[in-house]
C-alpha cells in the first residue's frame, strides 16, 4: 500500500474528503518525523512505537576495490511493533 492508497482507504473508512485526509495524514508523519529529529519517543498504543537509535562507526569493505574503509557513526530510525500490531498480523 503506497500513500494515495493509504489517503483512499482512510477516507473511505470516515467518509471524510480525500484532500482533508491527505492534508491529516501529512500533518501525522510531520508530526512523527519531527519528534523523532528531535530524539523524542512516539508511542502509539497498539501500533507501536518509534525511536532512534545510535550505529557505531565501523570498518567495512568496498566491494568493487576490496580495499577496508571506515563506515561513520550514523543515527539510526527504529520501529518497533506493539502487542496488538503483532497479535492481528499472526493471526491470518
Do not use: C, H, W, Y
Amino acid at each position: 500500500m503506497n500513500k494515495q492508497e493509504l489517503i483512499d482507504a482512510v477516507s473511505a473508512s470516515t467518509g471524510a474528503s480525500k484532500s482533508s485526509t491527505g492534508e491529516t495524514i501529512d500533518a501525522i508523519l510531520e508530526a512523527v518525523t519531527t519528534a523523532v529529529q528531535r530524539g523524542e519517543s512516539v508511542q502509539l498504543v497498539g501500533f507501536g512505537s518509534f525511536s532512534t537509535g545510535a550505529r557505531a562507526e565501523r570498518a567495512g569493505r568496498n566491494p568493487s576495490t576490496g580495499k577496508t574503509i571506515t563506515i561513520p557513526a550514523a543515527k539510526t530510525v527504529k520501529f518497533t511493533a506493539g502487542k496488538g500490531f503483532k497479535d492481528i498480523v499472526n493471526a491470518s
